[in-house]
């Protein structure tokens, strides 16, 4: 496993009224256009001011996967390199443990799922095109209980029309999905699914799409490790191995939906 992966380490909102709602009460009364033009004016600024006070204290908000996200979506980030990963995985890491909530201790987490002193980015190519992949992890630990919180880079697939209806697995492959939603942060648009898997509990992913690429924010209870397997030909076959250590698992995500949506559209995990 460690000849096919390369460890690469750094060193020490109210919503608008309807529209026919605003036609009906143009339509109202020739005599009071003006008045009914003003109160339309009205309605629309307010609503519009309503949603700008609102985004810093709801900044998560629910979009239909088959709809565009009501909020304009912002320019897709560009997708890290391999070069730059492997520069820049401690910061990536810390970012992570940061994210962590109080009560939790974390530090950065091997291939192997153990802790380790210093941040590496695991990668590993899986095209002959150049796609690779690349996680960065961190153990979360409530006195003898440990889960993951990690982030995975991948080149390897593009941004679907419709992200919930497929890839629901990526980054948490081998768990059972039972949920999938769009929601946008800050004008990024963000996929959250819910799943729970054998010996690791309760998982969570966060996937933003970038450009050239995607970010996975994933979280579980329990202890998720990254391994791939040769596919005979030029590609890797990528899969997760759970709780290979049989650890005690976390009693409940230190995450929720919200907060993991929070950190994969945030700036911190861009390197």
Known sequence: MKDVFEPLR???????RPSALVLRAAKRSARRRAATTALVVLALAGGGSLVARELPRHPVRETPAAQSATVTPTPAAQAPSLTVLASRSGPIAGALIRAVPP??????MSLEGLEIPAA??????T??????????????RDQNRVGVVGVL??????????PCATDLGLGIEGSTISGCRMVTVGGVPVRVVTAAGPGTGAVLSATRYL????????ASQGIR??????????????YVATNPHNEPPLTGLPFTAESLAGLAAGPTLIP
């Open 10 to 16: 750094e060193m020490p909102e109210p919503p608008l």
């Open 103 to 108: 009560g939790y201790r974390a530090a950065p």
């Open 120 to 125: 590496a980015a695991y990668t590993v190519r």
């Open 127 to 140: 095209d002959a095109r150049g796609g690779f992949r690349a996680v960065v992890a961190v153990r979360v």
């Open 153 to 162: 880079y991948g080149t390897d697939l593009a941004a679907p029309k419709d």
């Open 211 to 218: 450009s050239g690429g995607y970010l996975v924010v994933t």
């Open 225 to 238: 490790a990254y391994q791939v397997a040769a596919d005979g030909g030029d590609a890797n076959t990528w």
